[in-house]
């Protein structure tokens, strides 16, 4: 099962919208509505901000969004703020027999 | 509130295995499988498998078959990830985390536990 394919970085100024895209395949993204985000700051465990493609936990501010399309899921920032410059991960439930299956990560910077 | 807390960081020869331990508190620990995840320095996350803790069935990354163990402890509200035959590559951070029911979603993860491989 290969990793999911992100962008390397992402980068926005303050107030900014960003998107970050995930692409997977027909045996993962593309069946199923099981993709979640995840923020990871540099030295500690990752945090969920997104599950099912486009709910967000209790707690994470409404300026994290999610969606899909066929193969590509995609989360996006807006109105950009310092303490969102992290690495994010997507994941995904597969069919394979590897149950979930990461991305390769994004590195969000905020000039 | 709801939490994970792993053991400390651990530094091992070639060869020799490793256990780690995380401990669940203020939640109901037998109603949430626990999954393990690792990550490589610099590197992105890895899953490597999971363990239901009400009845100890296990299910483990093909690539990790046969030098993974996971077992759990009802009465600590703890599971363990035991690695074998470990290599200079499982170097890595390894995190415990609990899938939240229908979601298929880690929603609370264990602090990490840093395991160095080094002869």
């Known amino acids: 099962q290969s990793a999911l394919t992100q962008p390397a970085s992402v980068s926005g100024s303050p107030g900014q919208s960003i998107t970050i895209s995930c692409t997977g395949t027909?045996?993962?993204?593309?069946?199923?509505?099981?993709v979640s985000w995840y923020q990871q700051h540099p030295g500690k465990a990752p945090k969920l901000v997104i599950y099912g493609v486009s709910n967000r936990p209790s707690g994470v501010s409404n300026r994290f969004s999610g969606s899909k399309s066929g193969n590509t899921a995609s989360l996006t920032i807006s109105g950009l703020q310092a303490e969102d410059e992290a690495d994010y991960y997507c994941s995904s439930y597969t069919s394979s027999n590897t149950p979930y299956v990461f991305g390769t990560g994004t590195q969000v910077t905020v000039l | 509130q709801e939490q994970l807390v792993q053991s400390g960081a651990e530094v091992k020869k070639p060869g020799a295995s490793v256990k780690v331990s995380c401990k669940a508190s203020?939640?109901?620990?037998?109603?949430?499988?626990m999954h393990w995840v690792r990550q490589a320095p610099g590197q992105g996350l890895e899953w490597m498998g999971v363990?239901?803790?009400?009845?100890?069935?296990?299910g483990y990354a093909q690539k990790f078959q046969g030098r993974v163990t996971m077992t759990r402890d009802t009465s600590t509200s703890t599971v363990n990830m035991e690695l074998s035959s470990l290599r200079s590559e499982d170097t890595a951070v390894y995190y415990c985390t609990r899938r939240s029911p229908g979601h298929y979603s880690f929603d609370c993860w264990g602090q990490g536990t840093l395991v160095t491989v080094s002869s």
């Open positions: 363990i239901n803790p009400n009845s100890g069935t296990t």
């Open positions: 203020e939640y109901s620990f037998t109603n949430y499988y």
């Open positions: 027909s045996s993962d993204v593309g069946i199923y509505n099981y």
